[in-house]
C-alpha cells in the first residue's frame, strides 16, 4: 500500500519523483511557489510543480510561506526545490518525518547551484543525496545517494535533466525502506562540506585571461542561466551578432590575443585556445557553430566580448 506523501516543490528538478510519486503512492497535499509573471508578456504562470497538480487534481496550495498553512495527515513530506524555509513543527509532522532531494553527494556542494558548481569545478562525477530535512541548509542525516558521470562536454542544464531523472527511482527506494524500517541514517562529515553559492549574471561574464579549459567550464557550467552571453565584434569594432556560448572545449592551440577567433576558428585564451562547439543566437534556438558559420560570419580576427 502506498504511503500519504506531501509533496513541496516548485521547480523542474522535482518533475520526475513528483510523477513517480503520484504513480505509486497517495499524494495527500502539494505545496508550491506562488503564481509569478513569465514570459513575453509577463503574465502570471503556475510553478512547474503547480501545473503538475493542476493537471492531475491534486490538492494544491500556492504559497509564500508553507510554515503557515495547514497539514493533512500524511505519512512523509518531500522537498525537492522548494525555496522556502520549513520550520521544525513542519518537518515534523508527517509519521516519517521529512525528507529532501539534493543534487549534489552531500556534504559537497551545500547551497543552490550544486550542478553548476560541478561543472565549475571540473568534477569527474556526481550524484543525488537524499537527506532528512534540517534546520541547517542541506545538513541532514543521509539516508541514500547515487553516483553520476559528467561528460566531458555536458552542459549544466543536461546534468540537471539528468539528476532529475535519476533522483525518482532513489526516492522510491528510499520511501520503501522508511516504510519497512529498514533506513539507515549516516551523518554529514562537516570537514567535507563546501558551498555552492547562488550563481548571478555577473559570474557569467568571461575573463578571456583565464585558461582555457577553466572558460571551457564556465560556458558549460553557465548553460541555460545565467548563460554565458557575447558581442562578436569584427576587427573594426563593427557588431556582427550578439550570442550565447552553450557548449566548449579546450584545444591545445594558442592565439595571440584573449577572445580574439584564431585562423581554425577557435578562441584565444590564456595558457591555449577555446573551440566553441554550440552557441544559442540572440532569440533562437542553440546550434553547432558549424551550422551557424554556414550563414554567419566569424572572421579571424574578430573577437568575443562578454556582456553581463
Known amino acids: 500500500m502506498g504511503l500519504r506523501i506531501i509533496f513541496a516543490g516548485s ?31 509577463r503574465k502570471l504562470a503556475p510553478t512547474p510543480i503547480s501545473q503538475f497538480a493542476l493537471d492531475h487534481n491534486l490538492p494544491l496550495a500556492r504559497t509564500a510561506d508553507i510554515n503557515q498553512e495547514p497539514l493533512p495527515p500524511a505519512d512523509l513530506m518531500i522537498v525537492i526545490a522548494f525555496g522556502q524555509k520549513i520550520s ?32 565549475l569545478d571540473g568534477e569527474t562525477e556526481t550524484g543525488n543525496s537524499i537527506i532528512r530535512l534540517a534546520q541547517r541548509m542541506d545538513a541532514g542525516s543521509i539516508l541514500a545517494m ?16 539528468r539528476l532529475a531523472n535519476d533522483g525518482a527511482p532513489l526516492m522510491l527506494h528510499t520511501i520503501q525502506q522508511l516504510a519497512s524500517g529498514t ?3 549516516t551523518g554529514q562529515d562537516e570537514s ?9 549574471r555577473e559570474s557569467s561574464k568571461i575573463d578571456w585571461h583565464k585558461p582555457a579549459d577553466e572558460i571551457a567550464r564556465q560556458i558549460r557550467g553557465m548553460y541555460p542561466w545565467p ?7 569584427d576587427p573594426s569594432d563593427k557588431e556582427l551578432a550578439r550570442l550565447m556560448l552553450v557548449r566548449a572545449c579546450p584545444t591545445p592551440l594558442s592565439g595571440p590575443l584573449g577572445g580574439q577567433i584564431n585562423e581554425d576558428g577557435t578562441v584565444a585564451a590564456s595558457a591555449n585556445s577555446i573551440e566553441i562547439l ?29 556582456l553581463a
Open 88 to 119: 521544525e513543527a513542519v518537518a515534523n509532522h508527517a509519521r516519517f518525518g521529512s525528507v529532501n532531494l539534493h543534487s549534489s553527494q552531500l556534504p559537497k556542494y551545500r547551497g543552490a547551484a550544486p550542478i553548476n558548481w560541478a561543472i
Open 192 to 200: 567535507q562540506a563546501s558551498k555552492a553559492s547562488k550563481l548571478s
Open 227 to 233: 548563460g554565458c552571453r557575447v558581442r562578436l565584434v
Open 183 to 185: 533506513a539507515r541514517e
Open 146 to 161: 547515487s553516483t553520476l558521470p559528467i561528460g566531458e562536454t555536458e552542459t549544466a542544464g543536461e546534468l540537471h535533466d
Open 11 to 41: 521547480g523542474e528538478f522535482g518533475m520526475p519523483t513528483l510523477t513517480a510519486l503520484h504513480a505509486n503512492h497517495e499524494i495527500v497535499q502539494v505545496f508550491s511557489q506562488p503564481d509569478r509573471p513569465a514570459g513575453r508578456g
Open 278 to 306: 554550440e552557441i544559442q543566437p540572440e532569440g533562437k534556438r542553440p546550434m553547432p557553430l558549424t551550422a551557424y558559420r554556414n550563414g554567419h560570419p566569424w572572421p579571424q580576427g574578430a573577437r568575443l566580448e562578454s
